[in-house]
């Protein structure tokens, strides 16, 4: 956002760095809010139709089923090869 303000000064309105300090900004244009453009893209956002929820099952159950079981063979067998490898340097410095 900033750097589209700072386009639209420097090359649309022609603003260099002398004249951007002179910059003001206004709320209020004889007693009348100018930030009607927020207010109007929030209006126009909430006419957009909301999108409906689509479940997309990538794998199934017995898929996620097997996969849990792998990885718990997998983490069982690495833990008791982890703990007799420090068993058996344990016994060796005995």
């Known amino acids: 956002m900033t750097n589209f303000i700072y386009l639209l000064a420097s090359k649309g309105y022609k603003f260099d760095n002398q004249s951007f300090p002179n910059i003001v900004f206004q709320k209020k244009a004889a007693d009348t809010s100018i930030g009607w453009a ?3 893209m ?3 956002t ?3 139709p909301a999108e409906q929820a689509s479940i997309l099952k990538a ?3 017995s898929s996620w089923a097997a996969l849990i079981f792998l990885f718990v063979v997998i983490l069982l067998v690495a833990l008791i090869l982890l703990f007799g490898t420090f068993r058996s340097s344990k016994q060796e410095t005995i």
Do not use: A, C, S
Request: charge should be neutral; charged fraction near 0%.
């Open 38 to 40: 927020l207010g109007y």
């Open 42 to 44: 929030l209006n126009l």
């Open 46 to 48: 909430n006419m957009i």
């Open 59 to 61: 794998t199934t159950f």
